[in-house]
């Protein structure tokens, strides 16, 4: 578990902000990945794709259902809401089409190759502003930082902890890594667990 | 140039530089070897000269407009003054040049002068108030008491009767009126009546008519008649109230601008923080002016910086105090008293840090940040500038970080997330 790569995951997402990109690629790691995951969790990324070194197709070029097809399913929905749901695991496997019609599904080709992988991330920008503009590691490669709740609960209320400074501007976010998965800091004082801190982000 | 122009006039003189003398035409002047232009011949007198024969002019104007006393006249005068008197009045007229006069006199044309051709010298009954009169002129006793309601009554209709009798000469018509001499009849009737409710005869009465009559005399009045109030176009423009200040050209282009009116424009409140002088180096040597930064707000979420540098010191500083209100911005406080988060600006070497304090912190910030928040209205703020201090970019770095504070509901928006202010679910709603 390198926090190299993580510093070179930072700085290229800030870069793509700067140069307002819609769409940037990582290299596939677990770290990364959960991450990521995080990050869109909170809002900061529109979309995460495992992919290969091409592209995803984009959500409007990918095929979609025709406006009839649309329409006879949002009737289906209006009058048999639970429909939304997936059929439970007895009713899968019948012959029997699903009520709201064919789904739709966008086959993303991965590469067999774990090398060849990577992790297609969705940028979000609002008000002609990135919406994720700084994010910065914490713990840094040869320094590694561990925090407990209380001292997490201390950086979430703006106060210094550990010798980490507190999420003083506003929505600022910290990721940290813990036995539970990677969290946000606020979800970490909320179960009460600590870990060790990897970046903020705001 | 023409080829059939002689040779000559290309070496005699030169034709941009005036010429020496008007006849040289002919025989031409050797050309100056110098590159200076020649002096003219003849100097210009610094004053006017004044020929004898407009002096004459003068004289003889001023003896046709104010003649000398002929034989008739002194006849006449002698008539009417001792010779003591006449002597004083020759030597009056011997005092003053009838030139001057001439030149100097002139008749008044402002607004305050006399419609009528006067001397003043004794009371006219139609134009002029009348004279004061002495308290010795009333005969008989001077004591009054308040009149009862009947007496007050009495007085009242018999003081409005001679105002109708004023107003109506010819007596009260009285029959079937026209609609219009109706409603000027009541008209005229309701103010004989106002009139005389408001007459000293019909509240005071006494033993002597008199004395009563004096009472509305306005010749026994204590008050001075009003001066004449002059009505007519250059009166109305010229005329200043107390309170109203010098019209500023720029100020009303600003208000236009501003769509604002005065009293907004007052309570803006405005300081300059930075004045010093800058040179700009030409070659005519360097050219001194001031510069001057000023900030305005309302201490109520507005905030602005102008500039502004002119040679003239008060012009400068008018120039700078103008753009800070046109650029003033909304500055967002969280609770009206502080800033939203922590701000981190930076501008050329400057950085300026701001901080999110509590309530009843206070300003606790250096001294340009400070004139700035209590300017936009902020009470509770910490501030640090950790590289350089340089004034302007204090100033300048410190209102865009304020202006361009990120909101919560921005980014909950940006994010799709909701956020909500922990304290004023807390407080219930109950902070600002």
Known sequence: MSLVNLAHVCSHLQNASKARLGLTS??????????????????????????????????????QSAPEELEKMANTLAEEPWNAYPPPEAEKSSPHPSPLGKEQVYEVHVPQNPARRRLWLGLKYWNNEPVLKHMRLISKPTRRIWLNSEDLGKITRTRQAGFVKGLTSPGECMFVTTDRGILEARECVERRVGGMVLCRVS | MSVWRPARCLFSRSTTLPKPSASTSASHQPRPFHSSCPRPARRRPHYPSIKASDLQLLNQAASESYPKYNTDETALLRKRYTPAQIAAIKA??????????????????????????????????????????????????????????????E????????????????????GQLSRKDQEKLEENMEAAFTQAAMDPRAVYTGSNPRALEALADPRHSVILPDLPRIENRMARQTRRLADEEEEDPRQKRLLKYLDWDKDKLRSIRVKTLIVHGVTNQTRMGKIRSLYYLTIAGNGNGLLGVGEGKSVEPEEGRKQSVMAAIRNLRPVPRYENRTIYGDLEKKVAATKVQLFARPPGFGLRVQHLIFEMARAAGL??????????????????????????????????????????????????????
């Open chain 1, 26 to 63: 990582i290299p596939v790691s677990k770290l990364h990945v959960n991450l990521m995951l995080g990050l869109q969790k909170e809002g900061f990324l529109s979309s995460v794709t495992l992919g290969g070194t091409a592209p995803p197709k984009p959500f409007l070029l990918q095929s």
């Open chain 2, 155 to 174: 007085a009242m209709s018999r003081i409005a009767n001679e105002n109708l009798a004023k107003m109506y000469p010819d007596g009260v018509p009285d």
């Open chain 2, 379 to 432: 009470q509770d703020l910490a501030a640090r500038t950790p590289r350089s201090r340089n004034k302007m970019n204090v100033i300048k770095a410190t209102w865009e970080a304020l202006c361009s504070q990120k909101l919560p509901d921005e980014i909950a928006r940006a994010r799709g997330k909701k956020l909500v202010d922990v304290r004023k679910v807390y407080y219930g709603g109950s902070v600002h």
């Open chain 2, 92 to 153: 009056a007229e011997a005092a003053i040049d009838p030139r001057d006069l001439l030149t100097q006199g002139q008749q008044r044309t402002d607004p305050w002068r006399l419609p009528y051709e006067d001397d003043l010298a004794d009371v006219d009954p139609v134009t002029d108030h009348a004279d004061k009169l002495p308290p010795s002129a009333i005969v008989g006793k001077k004591d009054f008491r308040l009149a009862n309601a009947v007496e007050r009554d």
